[in-house]
Nanobody, 124 residues
Framework: QVQLVESGGGLVQAGGSLRLSCAAS????????MGWFRQAPGKEREIVAA????????DYADSVKGRFTISRDNAKNTLYLQMNGLKPEDTSVYYC?????????????????WGQGTQVTVSS
């Protein structure tokens, strides 16, 4: 079992930045590829970014490429999402998740542990 707790969400103006954090506890954090997802009201939960277990490989949704950066610090059991150039359409609840996978993955079905989510609201 892996417990995940997100923080860092909030209200920001368009063009601004936020940094989300996800603190992990339980099983060995460095064993798991990780991802950030988001879900807006009335929409499906979608992948934002993914990172391999030791952080060498990353992948991003086209909508956030060049603006968001996923990273991890395995010594601190923490996952991050740096979000720059925020747009109103980025407004969502953001979730971190851990995948039961040997490699980096963007497949939602591979993610078995989830945090409770943190709200990000971008005003125009």
């Amino acid at each position: 079992q892996v417990q995940l707790v997100e923080s860092g969400g909030g209200l920001v103006q368009a063009g601004g930045s936020l940094r989300l954090s996800c603190a992990a506890s339980g099983r060995t954090f460095s064993n798991y590829p990780m991802g950030w997802f988001r879900q807006a009201p009335g929409k499906e939960r979608e992948i934002v970014a993914a990172i391999s277990s030791i952080g060498l490989n990353t992948d991003y949704a086209d909508s956030v490429k060049g603006r968001f950066t996923i990273s991890r610090d395995n010594a601190k059991n923490t996952l991050y999402l740096q979000m720059n150039g925020l747009k109103p359409e980025d407004t969502s609840v953001y979730y971190c998740a851990a995948a039961r996978s040997a490699i980096i993955t963007t497949a939602r079905s591979a993610y078995v542990y989830w945090g409770q989510g943190t709200q990000v609201t971008v005003s125009s």
